[in-house]
C-alpha cells in the first residue's frame, strides 16, 4: 500500500472513502467530521443520534455519499475510537486496522484521513511529536489490519481481488504536515516488518527451511548495504557449536548460522547484539510432539524472522546504532542420527549440557548463538524466541515473557513493549530455580521439569550469556493468533518486531540526547 501524508482539507480529499474517527458516546462532532457532515447535511450526526452508531472501539459505519452532496470522495467511514478518557495510540491502531478491513470489504481502493483532530485527543501521548506518533499509529494500524496470507491460493476471490492501494493522512498546516510525513513513513517501515515476519512464519516449513532463511539475510545484505555471513556445518563444525549441530542431526536439511552486522552507529560503539532462534519446523525430535497443532511448529522460526526484520527496519529507518544479528536455524527432526535422550552434547562455550528432552531444543541452540554474540563484546545481548508452552500458562496470550540478568536493560524492553503496543511482563529468575536444570552427568541438562518451565528455560540460557547485560523474551504465546483481531489476523501475528524497533530508536534518541548533554560529543 502506497501511504503519503498530503497537506489539505479532508472535506475536499479525492478519494474512494474518508475515514472519520469518534469517541463513544460523544454527540459532537470533532472539527474535521463536522467540516464532512456540513456537505452531508447532518446525516453523521443523524447516525450518531439514532443511536445507530456508538462509537464503540471496533465499530465502523460506512455512508454512501449521495449525488449533490458536495463531496470528493465517494464514501465516509465513521469508525470508533471507544471512550476519550481510555484514549491511546494502541487503541487508535486497533480503530485503524478495523477501518481499513471495513474499508476493504467496501471495494474501496484509496482513503484518506484527518490526523490533527486526533493528535487533540490523545493527550496521554506528549506534545512535541504527537502528530507524528498517531500519524506512524494509523499507518501501522492499516497495513496491519489489512495484511492477509493469500500466496498459496490458486483461485481468485471477489473478496481476495478487493485490496486499498492508497492511503493519504491529512493535515492541516505545514507544521503537522512534516510531522505527519515523518510518522507515515515511520509507521509504514515498522508495519511491513511485522508483516515480513509474518509472511516468514505463516509460509510453510517445506519453504521456509534454514537455507530459505539464509537466504533472506543475504538478500536483506544486499538491499540494504549491511553485512551478512553465513556459516554452514562444516564451518560450525570446525567453530565446536556442539548444541546447535546436535539439534540438527536428525534433519536433512542443512542448519546454518547466519550474522548480519548492521552499523548505523558511532564507529566503535559497542553493537547491541539480538539473537533469534530459528526452529523451521519443531517436531520435537525423538521426544516427538503429538500430532494435534504440531503444523504450527512451522512458526517455530519466529524469533529469527524478527531479528532479521528488525535489521531490515533499523537499517530503512538509518537508526544511529550498531547491531550484530545472530540466527542459528535448523528443523528439529527425529532422523535416524539424531539426537536421543540422555545423549551430551559439548557446546560452543566448552560446558556440556546433557539432554534430558529433544523438545527443549531453542535453548540449545540459542546457547551457541549467546556464546557467539560474545565475540562481539556487545553492549547488551536480547534473544527471541518461541521458547516455551510454559509462557502461555503463566502469561497467557497478551504478554511476551521478559527475563534477564540486567534491571535497566529489562526497564527499557518493558517501556519499548509499552509504547509500541507489544507488552512484555518480567518473570523472576532467582538462583533457587537453578536447582532443577543440575546434571548428574554433564554441567548442565535442557530440562527443569515441569514447575517454572519458562524460567528454567531462561535460567538455562543465562548460563551461555557469558558476562553479557542480558535479557530474553519468550514469545512462545504471543506469536501465534487463533482468532481474528483488530490488526492482528488469525494466523501467525509478527509480535516481536515492534517491540525490537521500538527498543532500538529510543535507545538512540537516548544516546543523542546524553550525547548533546556532553557538549556535543557523542558518547
Ligand atoms: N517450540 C517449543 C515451544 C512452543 C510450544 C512454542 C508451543 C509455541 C507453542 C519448544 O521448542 C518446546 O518444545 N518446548 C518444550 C520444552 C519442554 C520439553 C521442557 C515445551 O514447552 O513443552
Ligand atoms: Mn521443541
Ligand atoms: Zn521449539
Known sequence: MDITARKGRIEDEPADAVLLIHCEGERRLAPAAAAVDARLRGRL??????????????????????????LRAKRVVLAGLGKRKDASLEKLRQAAGSAAKAIRTAGAKSFAVPVQDLAGLLTSVPAVNRVRDVAQTLAEGAILGLYRFTTYYTERTDETAKAVRKMSVVAGDPRALAQARQGVRQGQIIGEATTYVRDLCNHPANVVTPTYIANEAKKIARERGVRAKVLDRPAMQRLGMGALLG?????????????????????GARPVALVGKTVTFDSGGISLKPADNMELMKADMTGGAVVLATVRAASRLRLPVNIVALIPATENMPGGSATKPGDILTSLSGKTIEVINTDAEGRLILADGLTYANRYKPSVVVDIATLTGACAVALGKHAIGLLGNNDRLIGELKAAGEQCGERAWQLPLWEEYYEQIKSDVADVKNTGGRPGGTITAAAFLSKFVGGARWAHLDIASTDWSDREQAYIPKGATGVGARLLIRFL???????KAIGRRANGKRT
Do not use: D, M, W
Not at 447516525?47 to 449533490?68: C, D, K, M, N, Y
Not at 542443512?254 to 558511532?266: A, C, M, N
Not at 530508536?505 to 544516546?511: C, E, I, L, V
Open 505 to 511: 530508536s529510543n535507545r538512540a534518541n537516548g544516546r
Open 45 to 70: 450526526a443523524g447516525l450518531i443520534t439514532s443511536g445507530e452508531f456508538t462509537g464503540r472501539l471496533g465499530q465502523v459505519s460506512i455512508l454512501h455519499v449521495a449525488p449533490g452532496e458536495r
Open 247 to 267: 539439534v540438527a542431526r536428525g534433519s536433512h536439511e542443512p542448519p546454518k548460522f547466519v550474522i548480519l552486522e548492521y552499523r548505523g552507529g558511532p564507529r
